[in-house]
């Protein structure tokens, strides 16, 4: 039997985050992964999908990602190779809450602490034809070697937007099929709305409130499914723990990413990332991997888990931090919201991007509660939201504060002037 001071299930963005960390620490860590190191995100998630988002055709964008992915591939391959850190390329199972199991090999390792962080996995709804050979997810989608001339994306979220954005720039005749009756659900519904018209004057044909039932009926070359992900924990012998999955498939969890919330004992075991269905994001799952790694080593960190902000990339992007005014609403929570336009803003005319609108969330004390935006660069609008929120800013603070001019950062402050 091996050991080690903490073994991690897992080399995606949590679990190299993780062992990275870790071994910086001075830990002995050993890293199983079955596939490429990188996980869904680098190999057939975030990274590939920005390659398409920011290429001019279909040919240019599978050119960018075949340089691309393995580029960074390598380089997490680089973080693995510290002295401190053993990778082991295979899968592993739980023997008991300090033991796995190799597989195929049948090694056998031991840890202080054991870290989860196997991801997720595309969700399917039940619907009639999952066997119709037109039917792809998204890795599915990106392994394609010729542009479909028409495209059905089932599912209006991030995923599907963003490939329905791409794919309609490439040339794609694309239709989104949506059950609900707004894009983005996450998003502010006047954003997510005015997104979607925006879209639609581009091409993509939206159909709304509608439900598949039969995948036969769907007139497409190409069938997308992207109606979200669910946590990946086939195969991990969770029953040996007692381990008892949350109705969504997730690995419950406490705030230090423990599973001890399911029994005192499995304090040692932490799960971290999308298998834990908490905030399903690569980011998010870095930075629990740095809360987990601090717990473990007794260190105290400030990091703000209710402040987590995302982005859509399509074109024009959208972004988003804190509730949307929907949601501020439904909580009954006092708020002001603040408006401004891409098309008042300086730069934005200057790039041909006058389309957009950011909306900030004001609380009565002037406590800066959130912001939702779509429009050029949003993502790096709001990601300036997020910090001034990480440190409880509020609204006359942030009007205080000088923007460069001309940047798009001035509509967060024309926003906050009022």
């Known amino acids: 039997m091996k050991e080690a001071n903490l073994i991690i299930i897992g080399a995606g963005p949590g679990g190299y985050r993780a062992a990275e960390y870790a071994a910086k620490q001075g830990l002995k860590v050993v890293v199983f992964e079955g596939s490429e190191v990188g996980g869904t995100?680098?190999?057939?998630?975030?990274?590939?999908?920005?390659?398409?988002?920011?290429?001019?055709?279909?040919?240019?964008?599978?050119?960018?990602?075949?340089?691309?992915?393995?580029?960074?591939?390598?380089?997490?391959?680089?973080?693995?190779?510290?002295?401190?850190?053993?990778?082991?390329?295979?899968?592993?199972?739980?023997?008991?809450?300090?033991?796995?199991?190799?597989?195929?090999?049948?090694?056998?390792?031991?840890?202080?602490?054991?870290?989860?962080?196997?991801?997720?996995?595309?969700?399917?709804?039940?619907?009639?034809?999952?066997?119709?050979?037109?039917?792809?997810?998204?890795?599915?989608?990106?392994?394609?070697?010729?542009?479909?001339?028409?495209?059905?994306?089932?599912?209006?979220?991030?995923?599907?937007?963003?490939?329905?954005?791409?794919?309609?720039?490439?040339?794609?005749?694309?239709?989104?099929?949506?059950?609900?009756?707004?894009?983005?659900?996450?998003?502010?519904?006047?954003?997510?709305?005015?997104?979607?018209?925006?879209?639609?004057?581009?091409?993509?044909?939206?159909?709304?409130?509608?439900?598949?039932?039969?995948l036969a009926d769907i007139d497409a070359d190409v069938i997308l499914m992207a109606t979200g992900r669910k946590p990946r924990t086939e195969g991990l012998n969770l029953e040996a723990l007692g381990v008892t999955l949350a109705p969504n498939g997730a690995i419950p969890?406490?705030?230090?990413?423990?599973?001890?919330?399911?029994?005192?004992?499995?304090?040692?075991?932490?799960?971290?990332?999308?298998?834990?269905?908490?905030?399903?994001?690569?980011?998010?799952?870095?930075?629990?991997?740095i809360r987990a790694v601090n717990h473990i080593i007794g260190k105290k960190d400030g990091i703000r888990f209710d402040v987590m902000p995302a982005a859509i990339f399509t074109t024009p992007e959208a972004a988003c931090v804190g509730p949307s005014e929907d949601q501020l609403k439904e909580r009954g929570i006092a708020y002001t919201c603040r408006k401004s336009f891409w098309r008042a803003n300086g730069k934005a005319l200057a790039m041909d991007e006058a389309e957009g609108l950011l909306k900030l969330f004001v609380g009565s004390a002037g406590l800066i509660l959130g912001c939702h935006a779509y429009g050029a660069h949003s993502a790096d609008i709001i990601q300036e939201v997020s910090v001034l929120m990480c440190k409880d800013t509020t609204v006359g603070e942030l009007a205080d504060m000088v923007h460069i001019h001309p940047t798009l950062s001035e509509i967060l402050l024309a926003a906050a002037e009022g």
């Open 41 to 214: 995100c680098l190999n057939v998630g975030c990274i590939p999908t920005k390659t398409y988002v920011h290429s001019a055709t279909f040919d240019e964008a599978r050119e960018r990602m075949a340089a691309v992915v393995p580029q960074l591939r390598q380089g997490v391959e680089g973080i693995l190779s510290n002295p401190n850190i053993t990778l082991v390329r295979e899968k592993a199972r739980f023997v008991d809450a300090h033991t796995v199991e190799a597989s195929p090999s049948g090694e056998v390792w031991r840890g202080v602490n054991i870290i989860i962080a196997t991801g997720s996995e595309t969700k399917m709804i039940p619907v009639q034809g999952l066997d119709d050979p037109r039917l792809v997810d998204s890795t599915g989608l990106l392994a394609l070697e010729s542009l479909p001339k028409r495209l059905c994306i089932i599912g209006a979220g991030v995923i599907g937007m963003e490939f329905a954005s791409a794919f309609q720039r490439f040339g794609s005749d694309v239709t989104v099929i949506e059950f609900l009756k707004e894009c983005l659900p996450a998003l502010d519904s006047d954003i997510a709305k005015r997104l979607r018209k925006t879209l639609e004057k581009k091409g993509i044909t939206f159909k709304m409130k509608t439900a598949v039932q039969n």
């Open 253 to 289: 969890v406490n705030e230090n990413y423990q599973l001890s919330t399911l029994n005192s004992q499995l304090s040692t075991v932490y799960a971290i990332g999308d298998v834990n269905g908490r905030q399903m994001l690569a980011h998010a799952a870095e930075m629990q991997a």
